[in-house]
């Protein structure tokens, strides 16, 4: 079954609202990586978190790994026309990689 | 520049067919990958291989297999089309280990009529 949970799987936005997906793991993970594709295309590695706790950011987004390393989200600000696309998380259990379900963002002008 | 290709990139097969789709990966990565994507599901395992010689199940391997004969390559092969094998595939690679970034194909579009 599915290792690693999305939420949620569907957002839409007025151009300039937040948006927050959630990643959450039925068990401890190694790491977290976050991947965005674009309609049509392909997934594009964003970033990775390995450190409980850890905060990143990438100019107007923000991603956070939970202290357990059993969660993570990504934060977007003042969301624009170009965020639009299916965001996935993926994170390590044993000696797999698992993808989560996604969460498709819509951003109206 | 180090890339991934996939071809075809669309292809209509009828049911019952053998179908192979190709993945050639120049990044010289030991890791490859396929899934598929399919809405409300996300992306899938079908197989993956951490070298030659190597390929291994993934969640959703039942009607696919995969060969590694060689660094660059792993093709996919539906052995007999079946229309829920109706898919966008991606191939992907990643560097040798656990939990390097994962670099995919542009896809490849399956109807299976």
């Known amino acids: 079954g599915q290792q690693v949970m999305q939420i949620p799987q569907y957002q839409h936005v007025q151009e300039g609202e937040d948006f927050t997906t959630y990643c959450n793991s039925s068990?401890?993970?190694?790491?977290i990586q976050w991947y965005k594709q674009r309609p049509g295309g392909h997934p594009v590695f964003l970033i990775q978190l390995v450190k409980s706790g850890e905060v990143k950011k990438q100019k107007r987004l923000t991603f956070q790994f939970g202290e357990a390393k059993k969660n993570s989200s990504l934060h977007i600000t003042a969301t624009q026309t170009t965020d639009v696309g299916t965001y996935f998380c993926?994170?390590?259990?044993?000696?797999?990689?698992?993808f989560g379900t996604g969460t498709s963002l819509t951003v109206i002008p | 520049d180090a890339e991934i290709t996939q071809s075809p990139r669309h292809k209509i097969t009828e049911t019952g067919r053998q179908v192979t789709l190709a993945c050639h990966q120049t990044w010289n990565h030991n890791n490859m990958f396929w899934y598929r994507q399919d809405l409300g599901h996300g992306l899938r395992l079908i197989h993956y291989s951490y070298g030659v010689q190597d390929t291994n199940k993934g969640e959703v391997s039942d009607g696919y297999s995969v060969s590694r004969s060689n660094t660059e390559d792993l093709p996919l092969t539906l052995e007999s089309a079946a229309s829920s094998q109706t898919s966008v595939y991606f191939c992907?690679?990643?560097?040798?280990?656990?939990?390097?970034?994962?670099?995919f194909g542009e896809g490849s579009w399956l109807t299976v009529v």
């Open positions: 993926a994170g390590n259990t044993g000696n797999q990689f698992y």
């Open positions: 992907a690679s990643s560097a040798q280990g656990i939990g390097n970034t994962i670099y």
């Open positions: 068990t401890t993970l190694s790491n």
